[in-house]
């Protein structure tokens, strides 16, 4: 008969590269999900019963009745900077640490907003198709007008590291640059980005391009709704590599319809992964299915530093990301 491993028992909840199992595996007994099955609450109750530690990803549910079920858990930690699938009252209240993965990941979030950005600038998913189709006859003058980026007004709302990282690659369109925080950066920060604090009417007011980075919570559900796209210039472009649900994704339907808005680049969408079909009738939405950190190296840079995390917490060492520093002792 074997022997029951003296290693602490872990669950990985969605598929990671084999490398992070490895290393895992060098400290811990891995129940793993390699089939990649959503587990949803139920899945994560069966199979957190006999864990302490848990890999979650933005799709996994770690609600209280989650954290109720699993009494032998001490550590969530999130493959994600945001962390709104976690309830964080509920593992703080039962002891239980929570941790993200800031940092790794705000790079290649920022090429892909630019990457929305320009796509939706200059209409290229839909040139693409129209092209592909065999619909180019010939080339016209007047075809396929898009808007300019260079010169025009960068707004963001939510300037914490990806949008200061945003900020800074629009230094090279020689952009006019203001952000929406709750409190300005420090100067010194502002300088680096070159961008510029103004309240939330005047960055809907004057964006050309306004890029969403607020972490979703029930105070920025709907921050953009009706009356805020109806702040907006017709011209401009409205691009959400953040959270579905910041946006009321019907309002902006119809303000994208309506061509009360030029265009949008959207990564994230209400109710994910179903799309509300108003969005695939649109040729002024750009579409891609919640891919921002998704580059090789940042998926494996956030996979291995939410080992990191796991392996400080249950080894009595206080994780570098840890989300609730009062459960810690
Ligand atoms: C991805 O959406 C993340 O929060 O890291």
Same mark, same amino acid.
């Given at each position: 008969?074997?022997?029951?491993?003296?290693?602490?028992?872990?669950?990985?909840?969605?598929? %990671?590269?084999?490398?992070?199992?490895?290393?895992? +595996?060098?400290?811990?007994?891995?129940?793993?999900?390699?089939?990649? %099955?959503?587990? +949803?609450?139920?899945?994560?109750?069966?199979?957190? #019963? &006999?864990?302490?530690?848990?890999?979650?990803?933005?799709?996994?549910?770690?609600?209280?009745?989650?954290?109720?079920?699993?009494?032998?858990?001490?550590?969530?930690?999130?493959?994600?900077?945001?962390?709104?699938?976690? &309830?964080?009252?509920?593992?703080?209240?039962?002891?239980?640490?929570?941790?993200?993965?800031?940092?790794?990941? &705000?790079?290649?979030?920022?090429?892909?907003?630019?990457?929305?950005?320009?796509?939706?600038?200059?209409?290229?998913?839909?040139?693409?198709?129209?092209?592909?189709?065999?619909?180019?006859?010939?080339?016209?003058?007047?075809?396929?007008?898009?808007? &300019?980026?260079?010169?025009?007004?960068?707004?963001?709302?939510?300037?914490?590291?990806?949008?200061?990282?945003?900020? /800074?690659?629009?230094?090279?369109?020689?952009?006019?640059?203001?952000?929406?925080?709750?409190?300005?950066?420090?100067? !010194?920060?502002? #300088? #680096?980005?070159?961008?510029?604090?103004?309240?939330?009417?005047?960055?809907?007011?004057?964006? !050309?391009?306004?890029?969403?980075?607020?972490?979703?919570?029930?105070?920025?559900?709907?921050?953009?709704?009706?009356?805020?796209?109806?702040?907006?210039?017709?011209? #401009?472009?409205?691009?959400?590599?953040?959270?579905?649900?910041?946006?009321?994704?019907?309002?902006?339907?119809?303000?994208?319809?309506? /061509? /009360?808005?030029?265009?949008?680049?959207?990564?994230?969408?209400?109710?994910?992964?179903?799309?509300?079909? +108003?969005?695939?009738?649109?040729?002024?939405?750009?579409?891609?299915?919640?891919?921002?950190?998704?580059?090789?190296?940042?998926?494996?840079?956030?996979?291995?530093?939410?080992? !990191?995390?796991?392996?400080?917490?249950?080894?009595?060492?206080?994780?570098?990301?840890?989300?609730?520093?009062?459960?810690?002792?």
């Amino acid at each position: 008969m074997n022997k029951p491993s003296a290693k602490p028992h872990i669950l990985v909840a969605r598929k %990671v590269f084999p490398e992070v199992l490895e290393r895992l +595996g060098g400290h811990f007994e891995v129940d793993h999900n390699q089939a990649d %099955v959503i587990l +949803g609450v139920a899945g994560l109750k069966a199979r957190l #019963a &006999d864990k302490v530690g848990v890999l979650t990803a933005a799709t996994d549910p770690v609600t209280a009745e989650v954290i109720e079920a699993a009494t032998s858990l001490k550590a969530v930690c999130n493959l994600a900077v945001g962390y709104n699938n976690i &309830d964080l009252a509920a593992c703080s209240q039962a002891g239980v640490m929570a941790t993200n993965t800031p940092g790794v990941l &705000d790079d290649t979030t920022a090429d892909l907003a630019w990457a929305l950005l320009m796509a939706s600038a200059r209409r290229l998913p839909a040139a693409e198709r129209w092209l592909r189709k065999g619909d180019w006859r010939g080339w016209e003058f007047i075809q396929w007008l898009g808007t &300019d980026v260079h010169h025009a007004t960068l707004g963001i709302l939510g300037m914490g590291r990806i949008g200061q990282a945003v900020a /800074r690659r629009a230094l090279g369109f020689d952009m006019r640059v203001i952000y929406h925080n709750r409190s300005p950066l420090p100067p !010194d920060q502002e #300088a #680096a980005c070159g961008a510029n604090w103004v309240d939330k009417e005047s960055l809907l007011r004057e964006s !050309d391009f306004l890029v969403l980075l607020l972490p979703y919570s029930p105070a920025t559900h709907h921050s953009i709704g009706a009356a805020e796209l109806a702040l907006m210039k017709p011209t #401009a472009h409205l691009i959400n590599v953040a959270r579905g649900g910041i946006v009321g994704d019907a309002a902006l339907i119809a303000a994208l319809r309506e /061509r /009360r808005l030029r265009g949008a680049g959207l990564d994230v969408f209400e109710g994910e992964p179903t799309v509300n079909p +108003g969005f695939l009738e649109l040729d002024n939405a750009v579409l891609t299915p919640h891919i921002g950190s998704s580059s090789r190296a940042t998926r494996m840079a956030m996979a291995m530093r939410a080992a !990191d995390n796991l392996i400080a917490a249950l080894s009595g060492q206080r994780p570098p990301d840890l989300l609730n520093p009062e459960v810690f002792r």
